[in-house]
């Protein structure tokens, strides 16, 4: 990993340091809306011309302008686009069926979809939607596509970022607990798959204010994210900026070295993650067993 890498580093700079690792290989993306992290991402690696760009989530007909682009840099690369709800089970499941159908393999998945929203919502699914968004749905759709995943040389996952009470059954919803519990599972997610043989990653992109991440999200309370980050001085970035962590984690050789997987970045860099939350004793297999009650599958590699 490049020291040189860090908060100000951007998409393409990353891009074009590792562009030997993008070309020729397939990537699968989750959450290609347009001004959002899955989007970024994309357009800064068809820059170095990879073979096959594969869009993942609930809106297919949204993502033109995300293929307009690709194909604007790079013509010859293949793009598919499949639409996986990640808030309803059966999609993902629907979903898998097709990747699997339609592709060799998979060299990279990154999973970058997400929802941010005030209120307590649950799914088709009965789980929690931040829960089910950004952990089960994806828990779910890498379990399934591992088979592609290993016919890679060098797979990798990517995970973009307490669970006896995920529901919040037993106590009062607040919006930050549970879209933060849902990050959390995101990283005992990637611990659980590196202890399983799978490189993965998990990481904190970075304040990034105006993505596609909260449309349901109330502007009062935006507002107030934003003048509570200013206060305390973070610095936030853009999203030319915004995607150079997750594309680190998925691109750089260093990062395919054993004893680094499983690791959390933040600014580029792997660092230990603040809070008790990440080190807790038994959590990444606690949660596997948890999610795999939640999907109804289980799974063993």
Known sequence: MSNAFGWGTKNDEVVDAFADRVKGRVFLVTGPAP???????????????????????????????????????????????????????????????????ENDRIDVVLNSAGVMRADLKYTVDGIEEHFQTCHVGHFLLTNLLIPLLKKSDEPRVVNVSNYSDYNFKNQDFIWFKGYGQAKLANLHFSKALAARGITSYALHPGVIHGTSLGPEFPPAILEQLRKGDFSKGVKTKELSHGASTALVAALDPKMGLKEKSGGWLEDCQLVTPVGDGHSKAG??????????KLVGQEFTF
Not at 82 to 92: A, E, I, K
Not at 283 to 292: G, M
């Open 283 to 292: 959590a990444p297999d606690e949660l596997w067993k948890l999610s795999e």
């Open 35 to 101: 001004n959002g992290l899955g989007d970024a991402a994309l357009r800064a690696l068809a820059l170095a011309h990879p073979a096959t760009l594969l869009l993942v989530g609930r809106s297919p007909a949204k993502y033109a302008p995300v293929i307009d682009a690709i194909k604007a840099i790079d013509p010859a690369i293949v793009v598919r686009v499949y639409g996986v709800d990640f808030n309803v089970l059966q999609t993902v499941r629907d979903g898998a069926c097709k990747i699997l159908e």
